[in-house]
């Protein structure tokens, strides 16, 4: 089974993993901040590893093929990053915002020191950290990111396309007609994954998509010296896997793997990429 874009004579078909035992964030309030929503498995006293989702995403909706095994060996916590999803509401959305979001979650559950998975934007908002907080972060993994979009006109239209094709299958995206046989927990999959992509406003996505094209880290990313990997999208049309690459190589040392898939790999390519994002947290 899967669920139906229509756009014009174009039909596609999008597959999701399965979402049964996928546990219920709780609200976590965050003094001087506001109040998002969190969730907070495995071991207590297994290494911590915080995870930052993509843009137009919540932090299960693009972690929740990946958590049951990061869980075996880290204390895994996943919130929805502001503006999106149940994250914080503020009058503007700032990816600087959103890194002192990450250690105001970490002090809110105890936690000291942490490693950082980021995808796509979250990979934005973690190098922000390892930048800011060089001392709490231990190690860190960027998938399907770079280190900024102002380098040629075919990355900032990307960029663009990106953002419009967010906000379009936002209100496209439509359950198909279900077969009797198709067992009830599947239907029941797609119907939470579209709740979690329609929790974030088309607006909200378009300041994100901008503020994400400000971003630029390439003055500071050589002088981040932790132990890192970079997860790379081969296929990815909205971050070409050139500029991936070209973070990993502006990290020292920095260990590499690629996955023959698109952007939404995280979900639609889970079968390949959550091995290669394994491989790369264990590289830490």
Known sequence: MAVTERGGARRRLITMPPTAGVPDPVPLDLPGRGRTVVTDVGPRDAPALVLLHSVACTGLLTWYPALDRLARDHRVVVFDQRWHGRGIRSPEFRLADCAEDVTAV???????????????????????????????????????????????????????????????????????????????????????????????????????????????????????????????????????????????????????????AGHAACVLAAGRWVPALLAAVHSL
């Open 106 to 260: 970490a002090d809110a559950l105890g936690i000291g020191r942490f490693a950082l998975a980021g995808y796509s934007m979250g990979g934005m908002v973690a190098q922000l950290v390892a930048h800011a907080e060089p001392e709490r972060v231990t190690g860190l993994v960027l998938c399907s990111t770079a280190s900024n979009f102002r380098r040629g006109l075919r990355q900032r239209v990307a960029l663009d396309v990106f953002g419009r094709t967010l906000r379009q299958l936002r209100e496209r995206v439509k359950l198909p007609p279900v077969p009797a046989a198709v067992p009830r927990e599947r239907v029941e999959d797609y119907r939470w994954g579209l709740r979690e992509f329609r929790s974030t406003t088309p607006w909200e996505i378009a300041v994100a998509v901008d503020e994400i094209g400000r971003f630029d880290s390439t003055p500071w990313l050589p002088s981040v010296r932790l132990p890192a990997a970079v997860v790379v999208t081969t296929k990815d049309r909205f971050i070409s896997p050139d500029h991936q690459r070209s973070l990993a190589r502006r990290l020292p040392g920095a260990a590499t793997y690629e996955v023959a």
